[in-house]
């Protein structure tokens, strides 16, 4: 599953031309205040006599020990100057995301001279780490006690997880895409090939051996699943029967998921599949999702998934992000409003549709796409406003320039579909395309700004 704590490889450095007690009082502090932060480190302690990385007999001992404890990036403070080559080849042989910072120097003593010179070593860091092709990310050099440095090590943290994530991502396909949806298809081999995004599809026919497995059973994770549709949602008009159906749907995805190592799920959840099972599954897509398992639907190919619909009545720069139920219940802008209400079919009824509107304030979106062997993530940033309600799960969704956006999206390489989270998210997905060899495509705010939250902007 997706979510699990990320581990940073503590890289502190020094060289020995400045003071050494400075440099180890200085790693001291550095480490304290990380770890109040709440990222988890793996130390490098013992492996020489100041733990502090220097000499090339160093760099063999550092690489086992990440390595070993699979670290998702590397933090390499310049605890005084800094060697720069060690760094760069213990970054190059560990392949993870480096985050390159030193504390801001203190004023030079007046006839001692200078004890640290770490802004000079990241200069020099910076340089070598370009000549072994190695990505990284700069954090203004800064006092470590400043907001702006807590700020860069946990949106650092969040770039690692974003490229833990990506480059583990294995779905669950369940089965085919909707015949008209052209704008989904998309090409499995390439995206294992260049990105090593791993697509496991299953039929509709395994789905349902697996609802009849756990309704032979009477499998207790069913009437746990009930329990909890019924404490997340308003299920007046649902019967029974018709939840139960959605129970098992939720367990036998949430089965076919584990058992086949995927982290995430596409779902073809038109009427083939309604007409299988007895069950809708927006409202379910919705739940998996909360629980730590991503379900796009209409997909055959977040916190939530939504579609770009129509334009606000009245608000020009607003547009309507929707679906008709999958959006997680924790999202409602209110709890009271969670209401299921029943799809009614010639098949059958199902209970399916989720409705409520989720809360206002920050939002980031993004959609990986391409075309023609080319691929980008576009990211964009807005707010949730004010409009008139409407039927499934939604948010007016109000950003700087509505035309400018939908000129972009048209001309893709984009679709009309995207994922969405509450916050300030856009400087860490642009960051997290320069490790995954991605091209980063900003809609709004531009790349300058994204760039400019690094320095403490």
Known sequence: MLNHPVKIGFAPTKRDVFTNPEALTIRRQIKERVLSLGIELVDIEGINEDSLLQFPSDIEKAVKIYKEAGVDGLFCPHCNFGAESVVARIAAAVGKPVLLWGPRDGAPAPFDGRTRDSLCGLFATGKVLRRFNVPFTYLTNCGAEEESFAFGVRSFAAVCAVVRDFRSTRVLQISTRPEPFWTVMFNEGELLER????????????????????????????????????????????????LLRMARLLVGVQNLAGKNGCNSVAIQCWEPLQRAVGAACCTVNGILTERGLPVACERASSVFFADLTIRHPDNDNSVLLWHCGNFPPSLAIDAKARALSVLHNPFGDCASQSNWEIRHGDITVCRFDGDHGEYRLMIGEGKGVDGPPTVGTYSWFEVDSWPRWERHLVEGPYIHHCA??????????????????????????????????????
Request: with cysteine; proline share 5%.
């Open 195 to 242: 990105f090593g995004l791993q697509v496991f599809p299953v039929t509709l026919q395994e789905v349902v051996c697996e609802l009849e497995r756990l309704e032979r059973e009477e499998a207790p994770a069913v009437a746990e699943a009930m329990r909890d549709i019924r404490c997340r949602l308003n299920c007046g008009e649902a019967d029974e029967e018709q």
């Open 420 to 457: 969405g989270a509450h916050g300030r998210f856009g400087h860490i997905l642009y960051e997290a395309c320069k490790y995954l060899g991605i091209e980063a495509d900003p809609i709004s705010p531009r790349a300058e700004e994204f760039r400019d939250r690094w320095l403490g902007r």
